[in-house]
């Protein structure tokens, strides 16, 4: 079982930056891939960006240039690191946990609050 702890949302204002981080507890973390999902209001939950236990990133198209991700496997954590925050990034940030042999997230964090608002 694992389990996920995310810290780090709040409001900023647009053109700002913050950064989400998860702590992530149980094995065998180098055998999941991590990842950061979010959901807007009204909106279908979408994939921001994950990141391999050697480094290897994907970051979604929508946030490319302003968002990246990293990863401390011996601390079990991975980090969101969110610059020249828009209006439209507002949303509940999630962090995930997907086995590598895996298509969709074994486990999800309770969720933070990201709110871009002037």
């Known amino acids: 079982q694992v389990q996920l702890v995310e810290s780090g949302g709040g409001l900023v204002q647009p053109g700002g930056s913050l950064r989400l981080s998860c702590a992530a507890s149980g094995s065998s973390f180098s055998l999941y891939v991590m990842g950061w999902y979010r959901q807007a209001p009204g909106k279908q939950r979408e994939l921001v960006a994950d990141?391999?236990?050697?480094?290897?990133?994907n970051i979604a198209d929508s946030v490319k240039g302003r968002f990246t991700n990293s990863r401390d496997n011996a601390k079990n954590a991975v980090d969101l690191h969110m610059n020249s925050l828009k209006l439209e990034d507002t949303a509940v940030y999630y962090c995930t946990s997907r086995h590598f042999l895996r298509l969709a997230p074994d486990y999800w964090g309770q969720g933070t609050q990201v709110t871009v608002s002037s």
């Open positions: 990141i391999t236990s050697g480094g290897r990133t």
